[in-house]
């Protein structure tokens, strides 16, 4: 009872807020593009000057700590492990040289040389690499991130989010990529889930290309990418407890790899388990598929909560004032990670 008093303001304003962005992305033209969770963030920082009630605090701060967390666990029901694997073997070479490009230009170019702070760095960095906005919300609360960069992150891998899915299919054509080719390409090297969907059905609806190949292409090649959150969270995990306690600490797997990162594991586990199960039973294979799009959507929706409440405890002056180094921190990597991705397919033949 003293949990509801002290968060359920807060929450519900976070709630309402994600409400509005879910609206805003379906109704405008280009929502879509965006995404709930950027208008999300973008209301929360317009309203963090409005004077809010105090009674708010508390129960904004839980979501964007906790909610966060149950966010991604949910997001576990969308992974079906065996279409991962499939499909996992073809693109696998592709998201480790991506992600490695991206970690280690985030590391030297952006910490050493830039003097980004760290954590702001590694967010810019996994967001760009790995999958935009859930990999950030993952990461996080791991590297115990400041809502600040967050915010900064998020904005900055929007805005590739953005370009990306305008410019990709056009490049594309221009290159003379096969629909394969064009799904690989966009699984990997755009940033959201919402982006790489949007990308893909672009592509679909030009003249000459399979209405439904790359986009089904692009959108497992997009959830293979998001299951580097498991060990990427658990090497920033062992970094942040060695940095925190010393190298000659013992070792200790609660702190390296969170419990809501082995309750996201349990979810794709338990999700391609049912359908392996349930192969041969239609109707129940549909159930047991609706309530795992639902516990999916419902986790994709706490994001949105979660950027909301980030949105509300940031500062968008300061957010704006130190937003040019993560911008083109975001800007070297994104053209890196198309980059490696074209040339990693070339090399092994995919178009």
């Known amino acids: 009872m003293n949990f509801i008093k002290k968060n359920a303001l807060g929450i519900v304003l976070c709630f309402v807020i994600a409400l509005a962005a879910k609206l805003l992305e379906n109704v405008l033209p280009f929502g879509s593009i965006v995404g709930t969770p950027v208008f999300a963030i973008i209301i929360g920082l317009l309203l963090a000057y409005a004077p809010l009630p105090k009674s708010t605090k508390a129960g904004i701060g839980f ?67 790995i999958c935009g906005g859930s990999a ?13 960069d967050v915010a900064s992150a998020i904005s900055t891998i929007f805005l590739f989010n953005v370009i990306a899915a305008v410019i990709f299919p056009t490049l594309g054509n221009l290159i003379g990529m096969t629909d394969t080719g064009f799904g690989m390409w966009a699984g990997t090297a755009v940033n959201d889930t919402s982006s790489v969907v949007a990308s893909a059905t672009t592509w679909c609806s030009m003249p000459g290309h399979d209405p439904n ?21 658990f090497v920033l995990a062992l970094y942040k407890t060695k940095t925190n306690t010393g190298a000659e600490s013992k070792f200790s797997l609660k702190n390296a790899l969170p419990s809501f990162i082995i ?47 980030i949105g509300l405890n940031t500062n968008l002056v300061s957010l704006v004032k130190n937003g040019k180094k993560p911008i083109f ?23």
Do not use: C, H
Request: aromatic share 8%; net charge positive.
């Open 213 to 233: 190949l790359a986009l089904e292409f692009a959108t497992i090649v997009k959830l293979t990418r998001t299951l580097a959150i498991i060990p990427i969270t």
């Open 263 to 309: 309750f996201f594991i349990v979810a794709s586990i338990i999700n391609t388990v049912t359908n392996s199960l349930l192969a041969n039973n239609a109707a129940a294979l549909d159930v047991a598929d609706s309530i795992f799009s639902f516990l999916s959507s419902a986790g994709k929706f706490m994001i949105a909560m979660a950027m909301a409440a």
């Open 63 to 129: 979501t964007s700590k906790k909610v966060l967390q149950y966010s991604i666990v949910l997001l576990g029901f969308s992974m079906n492990l065996f279409n991962v694997i499939k499909v996992g073997g073809q693109s696998l070479a592709i998201i480790a040289s991506t992600i490695t490009v991206a970690l280690v230009t985030a590391y030297v170019l952006g910490y050493k040389i830039m003097k980004i702070p760290t954590d702001q760095a590694i967010l810019v960095g996994v967001g760009s690499s």
């Open 136 to 148: 950030i919300a993952a990461t996080a609360p791991v590297i115990k991130a400041k809502d600040e």
């Open 329 to 351: 921190l975001g800007l070297v990597i994104w053209i890196l990670i198309a980059v490696v991705s074209l040339v990693v397919q070339k090399v092994i033949g995919i178009w």
